[in-house]
């Protein structure tokens, strides 16, 4: 089992060293990003593509898409979490309260946000009674949740084996009214980075946990019990827990760096279908930043390179012929773009992640996921 998780942690903070080699890393590690915050709320029956996803966000202000707004508030969370925590920091319940906050700001009930549950809770069936597990009362979970961020500030066990243990204890307690799961998968991320393995990139480890999502709940149910902590049943339960996660973030890894490298493969081609692309062009910065956007408008794609809107619909409109980007809307306003190749890609890896054997074409997907892409015939 420690052999597992170094060997995870190994895979961890190879794909950071990578990340930190490749050009504009940050585009990358915001699209493994929405790929994480897609996984999380999959494993809550919250179920958007990738397409879909990336479209919503550039139109949320026009036009509202319930469940993708609920996927996006745990892209907001996430976003903060990369945003805000560095190696180093203490990490505190605020941090929680404020990950949580993020999460449900769009939701139905943001109300909810950065609250403590008030009432009991319970997970499974119509009551109490009839539930599979029903966590501590109200009363406790002040006490609870400050001796799990101690043990987050202050235990010496590797970096995997905490972050595991205390994902895994923040889902027992179930802190809040709503919205538990994700917050506690944003805890893994807030460890990863306090800690120092992560910093550039963002491992979709919820991906492959929503793959294997049977035993994953199989192994939280398993690990919380009445018993003694250091008894032959509790080693047993921390043991299946420990391998299934340090399982998920190998997974998480192998598949991200494989992305990666598909991405900057689509990078170089679109810069020879675009040639000739001047260095620090906006067309130059725009292909190096549409990992970060594969679906924007004009105004979206200034902001990205920060160029005039002139130079912007320049680039787009030659980015266009060359096929890198499509218009996506009718009419000369509000145009949106997509870069399909991308999202395919993406699309691709979400696929692969849904396979037990990491390929639909050899074991189907074990969850929704969008259809395969159909490739498309280039014109020469």
Same mark, same amino acid.
């Given at each position: 089992?420690?052999?597992?998780?170094?060997?995870?942690?190994?895979?961890?903070?190879?794909?950071?060293?990578?990340?930190?080699?490749?050009?504009?890393?940050?585009?990358?590690?915001?699209?493994?990003?929405?790929?994480?915050?897609?996984?999380?709320?999959?494993?809550?029956?919250?179920?958007?593509?990738?397409?879909?996803?990336?479209?919503?966000?550039?139109?949320?202000?026009?036009?509202?898409?319930?469940?993708?707004?609920?996927?996006?508030?745990?892209?907001?969370?996430?976003?903060?979490?990369?945003?805000?925590?560095?190696?180093?920091?203490?990490?505190?319940?605020?941090?929680?309260?404020?990950?949580?906050?993020?999460?449900?700001?769009?939701?139905?009930?943001?109300?909810?946000?950065?609250?403590?549950?008030?009432?009991?809770?319970?997970?499974?069936?119509?009551?109490?009674?009839?539930?599979?597990?029903?966590?501590?009362?109200?009363?406790?979970?002040?006490?609870?949740?400050?001796?799990?961020?101690?043990?987050?500030?202050?235990?010496?066990?590797?970096?995997?084996?905490?972050?595991?243990?205390?994902?895994?204890?923040?889902?027992?307690?179930?802190?809040?009214?709503?919205?538990?799961?994700?917050?506690?998968?944003?805890?893994?991320?807030?460890?990863?980075?306090?800690?120092?393995?992560?910093?550039?990139?963002?491992?979709? =480890?919820?991906?492959?946990?929503?793959?294997?999502?049977?035993?994953?709940?199989?192994?939280?149910?398993?690990?919380?019990?009445?018993?003694?902590?250091?008894?032959?049943?509790?080693?047993?339960?921390?043991?299946?827990?420990?391998?299934?996660?340090?399982?998920?973030?190998?997974?998480?890894?192998?598949?991200?760096?494989?992305?990666?490298?598909?991405?900057?493969?689509?990078?170089?081609?679109?810069?020879?279908?675009?040639?000739?692309?001047?260095?620090?062009?906006?067309?130059?910065?725009?292909?190096?930043? +549409?990992?970060?956007?594969?679906?924007?408008? +004009?105004?979206?794609?200034?902001?990205?390179?920060?160029?005039?809107?002139?130079?912007?619909?320049?680039?787009?409109?030659?980015?266009?012929?060359?096929?890198?980007?499509?218009?996506?809307?009718?009419?000369?306003?509000?145009?949106?773009?997509?870069?399909?190749?991308?999202?395919?890609?993406?699309?691709?890896?979400?696929?692969?992640?849904?396979?037990?054997?990491?390929?639909?074409?050899?074991?189907?997907?074990?969850?929704?996921?969008?259809?395969?892409? =159909?490739?498309?015939?280039?014109?020469?």
């Amino acid at each position: 089992m420690l052999a597992a998780l170094e060997d995870a942690a190994g895979d961890l903070g190879r794909l950071d060293a990578t990340a930190a080699v490749l050009t504009n890393s940050e585009a990358l590690a915001r699209l493994l990003l929405r790929a994480e915050a897609v996984g999380s709320s999959q494993i809550e029956g919250l179920v958007v593509g990738a397409r879909r996803l990336l479209k919503a966000e550039v139109l949320r202000e026009r036009q509202q898409d319930v469940t993708a707004e609920e996927v996006l508030g745990a892209v907001d969370a996430m976003t903060w979490v990369t945003e805000s925590v560095q190696a180093g920091d203490k990490l505190e319940i605020e941090h929680l309260l404020e990950a949580h906050r993020r999460l449900m700001a769009h939701s139905p009930n943001p109300e909810l946000g950065g609250e403590i549950r008030y009432l009991q809770n319970w997970i499974g069936g119509r009551s109490p009674a009839e539930a599979y597990y029903v966590p501590p009362p109200a009363h406790l979970i002040p006490e609870l949740l400050a001796d799990l961020m101690t043990f987050v500030r202050e235990s010496r066990l590797p970096v995997l084996a905490k972050t595991a243990i205390a994902h895994a204890q923040f889902e027992s307690v179930h802190p809040f009214a709503d919205g538990n799961g994700r917050t506690g998968r944003a805890l893994i991320h807030l460890i990863l980075r306090a800690d120092g393995l992560v910093q550039r990139t963002v491992p979709p =480890v919820s991906l492959s946990l929503a793959t294997h999502a049977a035993q994953y709940v199989e192994a939280l149910t398993a690990f919380r019990h009445v018993g003694k902590p250091t008894g032959p049943r509790a080693r047993t339960a921390a043991n299946q827990w420990l391998l299934l996660f340090a399982a998920a973030c190998s997974h998480a890894t192998a598949e991200a760096a494989g992305f990666e490298r598909a991405a900057a493969d689509l990078k170089d081609a679109w810069r020879e279908r675009a040639a000739p692309v001047r260095a620090g062009s906006a067309v130059e910065l725009l292909i190096e930043t +549409l990992p970060a956007a594969p679906v924007l408008t +004009l105004a979206g794609a200034a902001r990205l390179i920060d160029r005039s809107q002139q130079a912007a619909n320049q680039a787009l409109a030659r980015l266009v012929e060359a096929r890198v980007l499509r218009e996506v809307t009718d009419g000369r306003r509000n145009r949106i773009y997509e870069a399909p190749e991308l999202i395919d890609a993406f699309t691709l890896l979400e696929r692969r992640f849904a396979s037990p054997a990491a390929d639909t074409r050899i074991e189907p997907p074990s969850r929704p996921v969008p259809s395969r892409p =159909v490739p498309t015939r280039r014109r020469h």
